[in-house]
C-alpha cells in the first residue's frame, strides 16, 4: 500500500512494539516503523536532537502511536512538547496504552491527542485493534495541505 511516511511507535515493553510492528506489517503497510523506547528518544527523533541529530525534523511521521506509561520521559509531556511546536503540532497522535484510568484520558485529549485506545489484553483483539488504526491513520485519514507529507 502506499507510502507517506514512518510511523512512529513510542513504546517501552518490546513485546508490545513486536505485535504492533507484526499487526501493521499484516495489515499491508509498506511504512518504516521506527520505534522510541521512551518519551526522550521520541523526542530526538522528532526533532532531530541527541540521538538523532542530524535527521531531517521536516519529515514528520504520518502517524505517532504513543504509550503513556513510559521511561525517562511520560507520553503525556511528550504530547504537550508536540503540540507546542510549531513543526509537530498538528502531528496524528493516537495513544495506545493499557491505561483505563479517566483521568489520563482526560489528559490526553485535553492536550491533543487525535485518539486515545486502550490496548486490548487478548492477542487477537490487539493485532486487530493495531492492524485497524494503522490502516485508518495511514490510509483513510486525510492530513491538512499545510501539513508536511
Known amino acids: 500500500m502506499s507510502y507517506q511516511g514512518p510511523i512512529l511507535l513510542v513504546e517501552d515493553n518490546a513485546d508490545d512494539a ?4 507484526r499487526a501493521l506489517t499484516r495489515g499491508g503497510l509498506e511504512n518504516e516503523v521506527v520505534h522510541a ?13 541527541g540521538t538523532h541529530a ?15 506509561k513510559l521511561p525517562k520521559l511520560d507520553g ?3 504530547l504537550r512538547r508536540v503540540r507546542g511546536n510549531e513543526a509537530t503540532r498538528l502531528l496524528p497522535v493516537v495513544i495506545l496504552t ?19 485506545v486502550v490496548k486490548p489484553v487478548e492477542f487477537g ?4 485493534a493495531v492492524r485497524e488504526l494503522g490502516l485508518y491513520w495511514v490510509l483513510r485519514n486525510k492530513r491538512a495541505r499545510a501539513f508536511p507529507g
Open 98 to 116: 493499557s491505561s483505563q484510568e479517566e483521568q489520563d484520558l482526560m489528559a490526553g485529549y485535553e492536550l491533543g491527542a487525535n485518539s486515545y
Open 37 to 49: 523506547r521512551d518519551g526522550v528518544e521520541a523526542l530526538d527523533y522528532l526533532f532531530g536532537t
Open 54 to 68: 542530524g535527521r531531517d525534523p521536516g519529515d514528520v511521521p504520518v502517524v505517532m502511536l504513543l504509550d503513556l
Open 76 to 78: 503525556l509531556d511528550v
Open 125 to 128: 483483539q490487539f493485532v486487530d
Open 18 to 21: 513486536l505485535l504492533t510492528r
